[in-house]
């Protein structure tokens, strides 16, 4: 048993210390040091963040959470407050976001290209055709089952442009051969496949998609597949709680060697999925 003096000095040390602890300033542990960042499906389903992001984050310390989405409702999240960068395929929709003050500045990234992809029968016969609006077109006159995203995406948007483009429009036979999934990229895939139907896809989610059963890639190298990426800090002016130093050290990292040269590492099968095009930073 301890003496009344010795208990004393016992709990005196004990009071001292929980004080010193209640008025020591907090310690920001490592997992404390994060940012969101609202993507797409194409660069999550594709495996690219699982390859860079661990990079990144060994170097600088700084936890990246991904909320994958299409473009679209990437953009609207952001505008909400629910993120601190923006990394999507939509550039006229990037553009407005910045120009309407949500977003600081935008930066290109990296790029890929778009595809239409089907089954090996083809009953629509566009295997080899180089202009993807001429695929669409033929398509819809046979009435071959097609799968859209449907959700707002930058590949829907992209869809629907080469709709407009083949002057068609598909939504009057939604539920008959037009299939409107309002799903990401790997679950309308899933569909396509299911249901023997054409699709649009990014190149790098359709690498990396492993259901394929016969499907291939019928419709390629048309300009207006080309693919772009863009990378823009959501603006701390609107939404203080945006951590707009670790944003913006991703975004320097992403745009700068390290991160272009990551992102070009990144391959399947021997085969790059994404293509670095930031522009150097002056």
């Given at each position: 048993m301890f003496s009344a003096p010795h208990r004393r000095t016992?709990?005196?040390?004990?009071?001292?210390?929980?004080?010193?602890?209640l008025c020591a300033p907090p310690v920001l542990h490592a997992e404390d040091r994060f940012i969101i960042v609202q993507s797409t499906t194409s660069t999550q389903n594709s495996g690219l963040f699982e390859h860079i992001l661990p990079l990144f984050t060994k170097k600088?310390?700084?936890?990246?959470?991904v909320v994958a989405v299409g473009t679209g409702q990437a953009l609207k999240n952001a505008e909400n407050g629910d993120g601190d960068v923006v990394l999507v395929?939509?550039?006229?929709?990037?553009?407005?976001?910045?120009?309407?003050?949500?977003?600081?500045?935008?930066?290109?990234v990296m790029y890929n290209d778009f595809i239409i992809i089907g089954p090996a029968a083809?009953?629509?016969k566009i295997a080899g055709l180089k202009d993807a609006a001429e695929g669409f077109k033929k398509i819809a006159e046979a009435q071959a089952p097609f799968a859209s995203r449907a959700d707002d995406s930058g590949t829907n948007k992209a869809e629907l442009k080469l709709w407009q483009d083949a002057g068609i429009d598909p939504k009057p036979a939604s539920g008959q051969w037009y299939l409107e999934t309002g799903s990401g990229m790997g679950a309308t895939l899933n569909t396509a496949v299911g249901k023997q139907?054409?699709?649009?896809?990014?190149?790098?989610?359709?690498?990396?998609?492993?259901?394929?059963d016969d499907f291939k890639v019928l419709v390629e190298g048309d300009p207006k597949?080309?693919?772009q990426y863009g990378v823009v800090l959501v603006n701390p002016?609107?939404?203080?709680?945006?951590?707009?130093?670790?944003?913006?050290?991703f975004i320097d990292w992403l745009i700068g060697p390290e991160g272009q040269a990551a992102i070009?590492?990144?391959?399947?099968?021997?085969?790059?999925?994404?293509?670095?095009?930031?522009r150097p930073q002056s």
């Open positions: 016992v709990l005196g040390h004990v009071i001292g210390a929980v004080l010193l602890a600088t310390g700084i936890e990246v959470r395929h939509s550039k006229p929709d990037e553009e407005k976001f910045v120009a309407d003050g949500w977003g600081v500045k935008r930066h290109d083809d009953p629509a139907a054409y699709t649009l896809t990014d190149r790098g989610t359709w690498l990396s998609f492993a259901n394929k597949l080309f693919n002016a609107k939404h203080p709680t945006v951590k707009a130093k670790e944003g913006q050290a070009a590492g990144y391959t399947i099968d021997g085969e790059q999925l994404f293509f670095p095009n930031a």
